[in-house]
Structures are given as C-alpha cells and as structure tokens.
C-alpha cells in the first residue's frame, strides 16, 4: 500500500489550497480515510476524517468551516480542500487510512490508521 499526498506549497492568509492524496495497493472507498498535520516543533494533530461507506466527517475545531474533504472514486484520490488559510495553518499535512469507522464525538489521534502518506508541505506566510 502506498499514499501519496501533493498539492502543498506557499500560500498567502486568506488563500485557499487543495492537498491530494492518491493511493496504491488500496481502494479509498472501502477506507476511512483522514488528514492530519504536524507544524515545526509541535505534536501531530487531528484534522479531518470521513468514514467510508457513508460516514460521517469529522472536523477538528481549527479547520471546521474552513476545510472539507472530497472523495473521486473513479480516481481513486481524495482531496484536502483548504479556505480560508490562517499562518496557524503551516504545517506538513498527511493522508493515511484505517478501515475503522468513527462515530461524532470521537478526536482520532492517529495510531488508529494503518497506513500513511509522507507528506506535503503547506506554508501560510505574506
């Protein structure tokens, strides 16, 4: 299995950005799949997940509004669609997948997924 995350690069406050992840060896529609990111310095943090077969997203607090996920199964990718971009934002964003389903009210730390992409650097800066 293998991820590949891209789309990641400099970009102004307020701008928008959209991250890919394309998979290999896995088909995204039978996986849960979510977005996390590690800024310099600081832990991974949760950003997004969408369960597969029709689950539910889940948001961390600082992207809700702002990010949303976008599944193409035909192209077996998903995409991390970023607005409203804040320098709070900078960070290396990751892709990984779990064949786990979440339920609301649940904050995914990570060591639930099974496999992971290597990542793509996002920078928010004027």
């Known amino acids: 299995v293998q991820l590949q995350a891209s789309g990641g690069g400099l970009v102004q406050p307020g701008g928008s950005l959209r991250l890919s992840c394309a998979a290999s060896?896995?088909?995204?529609?039978?996986?849960?799949v979510g977005w996390f990111r590690q800024a310099p310095g600081k832990e991974r943090e949760f950003v997004l997940v969408n369960s597969w077969a029709g689950g539910i997203t889940l948001f961390a607090d600082s992207v809700k509004g702002r990010f949303t996920i976008q599944r193409d199964n035909a192209k077996n990718t998903v995409d991390l669609q970023m607005n409203s971009l804040k320098p709070e934002d900078t960070a290396v964003y990751y892709c990984?997948?779990?064949?786990?389903?979440?339920?609301?009210?649940?904050?995914?730390?990570?060591?639930?997924?099974?496999?992971w992409g290597q990542g793509t650097l996002v920078t928010v800066s004027s």
């Open positions: 060896g896995v088909t995204f529609n039978l996986y849960t």
């Open positions: 990984a997948v779990t064949r786990r389903r979440f339920s609301t009210g649940v904050s995914p730390t990570g060591n639930e997924f099974n496999y």
